[in-house]
């Protein structure tokens, strides 16, 4: 595994390699069509789960709230459930190691990477989100080679290649004992964070730390703020709107794969965690988790800690769950199978959505297409514009789709003359 051009990280071998067939190799990818799908993986690890859901998978409680003891809240994205969740695991004994991302602190390599922290301290210092593009297969080595018992975190494709790789090899199967998953809307490439570090005058050779979304109690949850410490200790911070690729929804830079999942909250987890989109609780500057638990033990932790107010959390239904990620499921359910329906070369996925299209309205259409379109090209331009050193046909080009993208994502007056121009009105 390592970065192409486009500051993605992928597979790389001798030429041709994909072509030749490789069993192994097609079990364990969680895209590859020969691979166990979610339902597969959730049906097999919680059987006699309480509850399923189209969306959710199997499931035994959900809940939304935060941790009420020592920090974990103020130092995490959300709630600061993800790090409790692994903390509480090692002090328990129920692990001897955590594998998560963390910064990378060497002078040279990737801005993050995976590695396994065996103490809390060293865990914690791995907390909040990350959104650059990382891999599991070192870590995965280091299991192999280190007897006893591991914790994965990881986004849901991860973990369910983790899954598949147990069913493969039965040395992961044993060692790791708990999967933490966490809710995604999408894999960025590495060029986010130079994009950022470009717009704001910062040199990434300078950066000391940099963390994606700065908390602010006195903020809302959802107003993302990126801030950059340098060497000599100083920060430069910037909120996500004023960026050209700051608009999460718009797709800068999203691995095309991700154009073809259709699990948002990490399905074959043990338990997966991600943030409450949802009022009042995105207006809470101080952060608040979405919890979904899939296995008994982790019920048990988990019911446990909220019985002594360790956990300040509440049981909430399914539907309050799916509300907090409403655009997501969006986006990976029926735009999927827009998606797949417009597939017309190259391999189309396997997946649990169907291909289809005549259920959406233009609209819902044009937002998918334009989308797609800013996933593709955001690569291709700004590889273009560090080949000419000339950032701002970037940062042009960036603001122009992304104007075109908002206006169809916010607003319904242009809507009707776009849809003639492309041919689409009345498709759907």
């Not at 989100?129 to 494709?157: F, H, K, M, N, Q």
């Not at 004992?177 to 130079?194: N, Q, V």
Request: contains cysteine; charged residues 25%.
């Amino acid at each position: 595994m390592d970065f192409d051009c486009y500051g993605q990280i992928k597979p790389r071998a001798d030429k041709g390699w994909i072509d030749k067939p490789n069993k192994s190799f097609s079990k364990i990818c969680p895209f590859s069509p020969a691979a166990q799908n979610e339902d597969e993986l959730a049906a097999m690890h919680y059987p006699s789960a309480a509850s399923q859901s189209d969306l959710l998978g199997r499931y035994e409680s959900a809940y939304v709230g935060f941790v009420a003891e020592s920090n974990f809240r103020e130092k995490g994205s959300s709630g600061g459930l993800v790090t409790w969740v692994a903390s509480e695991l090692m002090r328990q004994g129920l692990v001897d190691g955590v594998a998560h991302v963390v910064p990378n602190k060497s002078c040279s390599g990737p801005l993050f990477h995976y590695a396994i922290s065996r103490d809390i301290h060293a865990l914690r210092r791995g907390a909040k989100s990350r959104y650059y593009p990382v891999e599991l297969s070192g870590v995965l080595d280091i299991i192999r080679e280190t007897p006893g018992r591991y914790a994965v975190v990881g986004i849901p494709c991860f973990i369910k290649a983790v899954r598949l790789s147990c069913a493969e090899d039965p040395v992961l199967k044993e060692r790791i004992a708990a999967t933490i998953g966490l809710f995604c809307g999408h894999m960025k490439s590495a060029r986010l964070t130079e994009s950022f570090a470009l717009q704001m005058g910062v040199d990434l050779g300078e950066v000391e730390d940099l963390d994606y979304r700065s908390k602010n109690p006195d903020r809302p949850a959802n107003w993302y703020r990126a801030e950059f410490t340098m060497h000599d200790g100083t920060t430069r911070s910037q909120d996500w709107w004023h960026l050209v690729d700051g608009d999460w929804g718009a797709g800068f830079f999203q691995y095309s794969a991700c154009n073809f999942c259709d699990d948002v909250v990490a399905e074959t987890a043990d338990i997966s965690l991600g943030d409450a989109w949802l009022e009042p609780y995105s207006s809470d500057g101080r952060g608040t988790s979405v919890v979904i638990v899939r296995s008994r033990p982790m019920a048990r932790l988990i019911e446990e800690a909220n019985a002594r107010g360790r956990l300040a959390l509440t049981c909430v239904d399914e539907a309050f769950v799916i509300a907090t990620q409403a655009a997501g499921f969006r986006h990976r359910r029926e735009g999927l199978a827009f998606r797949l329906q417009r597939r017309r070369l190259g391999l189309r996925p396997c997946k649990r959505v169907g291909p289809a299209s005549r259920a959406l309205g233009t609209r819902r259409k044009l937002i998918f297409i334009i989308r797609a379109g800013i996933s593709a090209w955001s690569h291709r331009i700004f590889w273009l514009s560090r080949a000419l050193n000339a950032p701002r046909l970037y940062t042009r080009w960036a603001w122009a789709v992304l104007s075109a993208y908002q206006g169809l994502a916010y607003s319904r007056g242009t809507i009707g003359r776009i849809a003639d121009h492309l041919g689409l009105r009345g498709v759907g």
